[in-house]
Each structure stands twice: as C-alpha cells, then as structure tokens.
C-alpha cells in the first residue's frame, strides 16, 4: 500500500482522474438509490394513490433503465471514438440538468422524461471513470485504484438514504444535480490516458466499433460473461431489497420492513465489500479467485436467509448488509470488464456492461414475478436467486483472468500476463 501512496503522491494527474471518477460514481449510485427512497413521496405529492403508485413508479423505474441502456451504448462509443475526458463531462452535465429539473415536475410524463435523461446522463460515469483509471494506473497497481473508486461510489447509496429521509424529495433532487455541475469544475484540467491518446492518433485503428463486438465470437463471449458475472447484485438490489416487505411478510418477520432502509444498508454492505475484495485481489493477484470466493458467500447467505423464519426487522436488516458485503465482487466486475478488451473497445465494453447489468434486474424481477403465484414469495426469490448465482458462476469459469495484464493493446492483438 506504500507503493500506492507513493504513486498517487508523484503523479498529479493520477490523483485527480481517481478523485473525479469516484465522485462521479459516487453521484451515479446517490440518484440510482434516491429515486427509490424518494418514489412514494414525490408520486403522493403529485397527486397519486392506490395502485397508480406502483404503476407509475414502475413506469419511472423503466425510463430509467431504459436511459441507462441507451447511455450505456452512447457513451462507451463516444469514450472509444472522442475521448473518456469528453464523456466525463458530457454525461455528468446532462444528468445534474436532469435532475434539477426533476424538483419541478409537475405530472408523471414530465417526471418520465427527467428520469429518461438522467439515466442516459448517468450510464457514462462508471464506465468512463474505470477505463481512464485502469489506462493511468501502472498494472500492479490498478485494482487499488478502481477499488477507490468503486468503493467511494457506492457510498453514494448510503448518503441518498439519509438524504431522501432528511430532505424534501425536491431538495434531494436538486442536491444530487448540484452534486454533479460542481463535479464539473474539478474535471476541466482532466486529461485523457497517454495509452488512448496514441490510439486516438491512429486513423488505421477501428474505436468505438460495435460490429467488431456482434461479428467476433470470441469478443462476443467475452462481453457476455462480463454481463452475466455481474447478475447477482442486481438480484440482491431488484429482489431481496426492492421486495423486502412482502418477502418480510412471508417469512413471518415480527415487524414492518422498511425498503428505505434495507436499500442503503445493503449498499453499506457492498462498500466494504468493494474494498476487502479489491485489496484481496491484489493480494492474491487474481480476480476471478476473489469474484468466485465472494459469488460463494452470497449464495450461501442467501439461501440461509430465505430459510428463515420469525426473525425480527433488525436480523433481516443484518442480512441486508450481510449479503451486500458479498456482493462486493462488483468493483472486480467492472475492472475486469476494462481489462479484458483493447483500448479500442474498452470504453465501449466497461461503459456499457454495468448498463446492461443493470437491465438485467428487470428480467429478474419478471421471473420473480411469474413464480410467486404458483411458488410463493419466499420459494420464488430462492429459485431465482440460485438460477442467477449458478449462471453468473458458469460465466465467470469461462473468463480470463486479468489481473496485472498489460493493458496497452487493441483487440486482434493478445495481451501478455504478467507476474
């Protein structure tokens, strides 16, 4: 670790693009976490009731995710084929706008469109922000520095919880924009990675390219196995969490369950998970060991949990925190993701991955949906969840292993594995 701050010490530029990026995220997961703290509220205010309170919340929910997609294929070109410094600022101004906006809506398709814009505003930040980090980091170094990263960002969960809880949901809104244009300021003497750079110089280099991810079976399979590794957090967050009162009912809890407060204690959870699994992965020099050691605890967590019955609010409120500590495998995903393609695609791939990882908690949720009727709440979440364990499980013994690789190739070229 001496090494590090050594490194970070001498290297200016370093600090700052691992300082915006963390901040960034940090922003990305506060509004991801906001909206559902802030959903019932802001809807009441509006005018809404009864059934048209679920609906219209999952209406929003789906503009969202449907931004997210959307922005998760935009900025991950324009990273590739413009620069990552560009959609750094171009995806953080289009979400802080967005969401000041979104404190004056004034009926549901207004608040749709808002939505809409801010997911396709925040699906840049991560991507981008890992993909400049991993590119300025020196190998045996760089899961320190995504580590930071993802962690202080998660930590945005945790701050939109307290926020949404303290605040007018108007003011929570407007504090996350405020959050994002201040973050503008500190990334005007950002720059891009000297490794892009050279790349970028390069007319005779493809960037940005999607037909080189849709033609190449073997780009293809990688892409795949990077979504589907990321699956089970978003199982956690879109099942677990998201449906904590009616699994709650059904296990027999002895009390009411909040979804405002298991949500950012399952983010408390996923910080330090962040952080023990980065620092594990380096130390063992391996991120498929770590991402499979804490894939194993989630499912063993959670499938005792579901096995429950009686507890009170606080032992399922526990396991909240418990099983987002095992999802802590998701910085080791999205530092992965950046290393397993060139400098030609990364940006593309580590922008839209968790994107698309994200959209997969719609799937999720449809396939809990469809089984609670015949199986029950309880049986429902467990089949789904071990189907996305064992899948994300089979991805992930399909992929390379990347730790400590050199990053500076383009794809047709094959990176060499470092000690």
Same mark, same amino acid.
């Given at each position: 670790?001496?090494?590090?701050?050594?490194?970070?010490?001498?290297?200016?530029?370093?600090?700052?693009?691992?300082?915006?990026?963390?901040?960034?995220?940090?922003?990305?997961?506060?509004?991801?976490?906001?909206?559902?703290?802030?959903?019932?509220?802001?809807?009441?205010?509006?005018?809404?009731?009864?059934?048209?309170?679920?609906?219209?919340?999952?209406?929003?929910?789906?503009?969202?995710?449907?931004?997210?997609?959307?922005?998760?294929?935009?900025?991950?070109?324009?990273?590739?084929?413009?620069?990552?410094?560009?959609?750094?600022?171009?995806?953080?101004?289009?979400?802080?706008?967005?969401?000041?906006?979104?404190?004056?809506?004034?009926?549901?398709?207004?608040?749709?469109?808002?939505?809409?814009?801010?997911?396709?505003?925040?699906?840049?930040?991560?991507?981008?922000?890992?993909?400049?980090?991993?590119?300025?980091?020196?190998?045996?170094?760089?899961?320190?520095?995504?580590?930071?990263?993802?962690?202080?960002?998660?930590?945005?969960?945790?701050?939109?919880?307290?926020?949404?809880?303290?605040?007018?949901?108007?003011?929570?809104?407007?504090?996350?924009?405020?959050?994002?244009?201040?973050?503008?300021?500190?990334?005007?003497?950002?720059?891009?990675?000297?490794?892009?750079?050279?790349?970028?110089?390069?007319?005779?280099?493809?960037?940005?390219?999607?037909?080189?991810?849709?033609?190449?079976?073997?780009?293809?399979?990688?892409?795949?196995?990077?979504?589907?590794?990321?699956?089970?957090?978003?199982?956690?967050?879109?099942?677990?969490?998201?449906?904590?009162?009616?699994?709650?009912?059904?296990?027999? *809890?002895? #009390?009411? &369950? %909040?979804?405002?407060?298991?949500?950012?204690?399952?983010?408390? $959870? +996923?910080?330090? @998970?962040? =952080? *023990?699994? #980065?620092? &594990? %992965?380096?130390?063992?020099?391996?991120?498929?060991?770590?991402? $499979? +050691?804490?894939? @194993?605890? =989630?499912?063993?967590?959670?499938?005792?949990?579901?096995?429950?019955?009686?507890?009170?609010?606080?032992?399922?409120?526990?396991?909240?925190?418990?099983?987002?500590?095992?999802?802590?495998?998701?910085?080791?995903?999205?530092?992965?993701?950046?290393?397993?393609?060139?400098?030609?695609?990364?940006?593309?791939?580590?922008?839209?991955?968790?994107?698309?990882?994200?959209?997969?908690?719609?799937?999720?949720?449809?396939?809990?949906?469809?089984?609670?009727?015949?199986?029950?709440?309880?049986?429902?979440?467990?089949?789904?969840?071990?189907?996305?364990?064992?899948?994300?499980?089979?991805?992930?013994?399909?992929?390379?292993?990347?730790?400590?690789?050199?990053?500076?190739?383009?794809?047709?070229?094959?990176?060499?594995?470092?000690?």
């Amino acid at each position: 670790m001496g090494e590090l701050w050594t490194t970070l010490k001498s290297d200016r530029m370093l600090t700052l693009a691992i300082f915006v990026a963390a901040l960034g995220y940090f922003v990305d997961v506060y509004d991801l976490v906001l909206f559902s703290v802030l959903r019932v509220a802001s809807l009441k205010d509006l005018g809404l009731s009864g059934d048209s309170l679920t609906d219209s919340g999952a209406l929003l929910l789906n503009m969202q995710l449907i931004g997210f997609l959307i922005g998760g294929l935009i900025w991950g070109v324009m990273g590739d084929r413009v620069g990552r410094k560009q959609v750094l600022f171009g995806s953080i101004l289009l979400y802080s706008l967005a969401n000041i906006a979104n404190a004056f809506v004034t009926d549901i398709p207004q608040y749709a469109l808002c939505r809409l814009l801010a997911g396709i505003g925040l699906a840049g930040e991560i991507g981008a922000g890992i993909t400049l980090v991993s590119e300025m980091m020196p190998r045996h170094l760089r899961g320190y520095g995504t580590t930071i990263v993802a962690t202080v960002g998660v930590m945005g969960g945790v701050a939109a919880g307290f926020t949404g809880h303290m605040l007018p949901w108007e003011t929570a809104y407007i504090v996350g924009g405020v959050m994002g244009l201040a973050l503008l300021l500190l990334r005007v003497s950002l720059s891009d990675s000297k490794m892009f750079k050279t790349v970028r110089d390069d007319d005779t280099i493809k960037r940005g390219d999607l037909k080189m991810l849709l033609t190449s079976a073997s780009r293809m399979k990688r892409y795949i196995a990077c979504i589907l590794v990321g699956t089970p957090p978003w199982f956690v967050v879109a099942v677990l969490i998201t449906f904590a009162p009616e699994i709650g009912a059904a296990m027999n *809890v002895t #009390g009411p &369950l %909040s979804v405002a407060t298991a949500l950012p204690l399952c983010y408390l $959870g +996923l910080t330090v @998970g962040d =952080g *023990v699994s #980065g620092i &594990l %992965s380096q130390r063992l020099h391996s991120r498929k060991k770590v991402i $499979g +050691l804490f894939m @194993g605890l =989630g499912t063993i967590l959670t499938i005792i949990f579901l096995n429950l019955n009686g507890i009170s609010p606080t032992t399922y409120y526990a396991f909240c925190f418990a099983i987002g500590f095992s999802m802590g495998f998701w910085v080791l995903m999205l530092t992965s993701a950046a290393e397993q393609f060139g400098t030609n695609l990364r940006a593309t791939v580590a922008t839209s991955v968790p994107n698309f990882v994200r959209g997969t908690g719609a799937l999720v949720i449809s396939a809990f949906v469809m089984l609670k009727p015949d199986l029950g709440v309880v049986s429902a979440a467990m089949i789904v969840g071990l189907a996305t364990y064992a899948i994300a499980a089979a991805a992930l013994w399909g992929m390379r292993e990347t730790c400590n690789v050199d990053l500076d190739f383009i794809e047709d070229s094959v990176p060499a594995k470092t000690a």
